[in-house]
């Protein structure tokens, strides 16, 4: 059985390991892979991946993706409507980066249907090749932190937008 003071001192000792661990969440998080080091220039202190998600009416949702893994960047945003509503195939969507007042466009895509649903797919790379999937990064590209927002727009008008974590 341990005594009173024995486990006073346990206590107190999880408490000093945890106020230590929130005092330093971005260490925990880098040993991890989490998100950690610069964002938007990709700098070399670690790797990071932001991302965020959202849905809307009607049956509407969109998820963003930043990775800077080993100095190489990907940005990836993906947007899904089901058919027979406001969307349609061919609709070109729009997405844009920063504060929704002086957001960016970054690029733009036509909705296609893949399986049940309406999809917009837009993704860049640093290391992108030619023939695949992703773009190059436009030279006006914003830096992207922890606190991006990220927009996806068509006709001009936002349609759906999260902020990347």
Excluded at 27 to 49: F, H, P, T
Excluded at 68 to 82: L, Q, S, W, Y
Excluded at 118 to 123: C, M
Aim: glycine share 16%.
């Amino acid at each position: 059985m341990h005594s009173k003071i024995g486990l006073a001192t346990m206590a107190l000792g999880a408490a000093v390991a945890l106020a230590a661990m929130a005092a330093a969440p971005s260490e925990a998080l880098a040993k991890k892979g989490g998100n950690s080091g610069s964002g938007g220039g990709g700098g070399s202190s670690g790797d990071v991946r932001y991302t965020c998600r959202a849905t809307g009416a009607p049956d509407i949702s969109m998820q963003a993706r930043w990775e800077v893994k080993k100095g190489r960047k990907r940005f990836r945003v993906e947007f899904e409507a089901a058919t027979g509503g406001a969307y349609t195939v061919g609709q070109i969507m729009t997405v844009a980066v920063g504060p929704v007042e002086t957001a960016l466009d970054v690029g733009s895509a036509a909705l296609e249907v893949i399986g049940a649903d309406l999809v917009f797919e837009l993704g860049f790379d640093s290391k992108a090749q030619s023939g695949g999937d992703n773009l190059a990064f436009p030279p006006n590209f914003p830096t992207i932190t922890a606190a991006t927002d990220v927009t996806v727009k068509t006709g001009g008008a936002a349609v759906l937008g999260c902020t990347l974590r």
